[in-house]
Nanobody, 125 residues
Framework: QVQLVESGGGLVQAGGSLRLSCTASGRTFSNYAMGWFRQAPGKEREFVAAINWSGRSTYYADSMKGRFTISRDNAKSTVYLQMNSLKPEDTAVYYC??????????????????WGQGTLVTVSS
């Protein structure tokens, strides 16, 4: 399996931006679709965005469309989540994950077999 390490979280004011990174090691990164999920305190983990092996196909949760952008650099074995116009309700631990499959099935956590440790994003009002 691939191993994943997220970075880039932190404290930001509402309306600000952050870019999260997730770097993979181990097996071939380009064999995996990648996703970002988040989990706020007391809530279930929810889908944020996903990107296929080539980077040419993406999915977004409705509440993130137009504000968040997922991208990947297979040469660097890294997937990114650019987050703009952040809101206090975006506060959560953000996780990246790897999936051997693609399609709308990646909107659910069970499609992903490898997870990072998470990075905390806090948006102050």
């Amino acid at each position: 399996q691939v191993q994943l390490v997220e970075s880039g979280g932190g404290l930001v004011q509402a309306g600000g931006s952050l870019r999260l990174s997730c770097t993979a090691s181990g097996r071939t990164f380009s064999n995996y679709a990648m996703g970002w999920f988040r989990q706020a305190p007391g809530k279930e983990r929810e889908f944020v965005a996903a990107i296929n092996w080539s980077g040419r196909s993406t999915y977004y949760a409705d509440s993130m469309k137009g504000r968040f952008t997922i991208s990947r650099d297979n040469a660097k074995s890294t997937v990114y989540l650019q987050m703009n116009s952040l809101k206090p309700e975006d506060t959560a631990v953000y996780y990246c994950a790897a999936s051997p499959v693609w399609g709308t099935i990646v909107l659910v956590t069970t499609s992903f077999n490898t997870w990072g440790q998470g990075t905390l994003v806090t948006v102050s009002s």
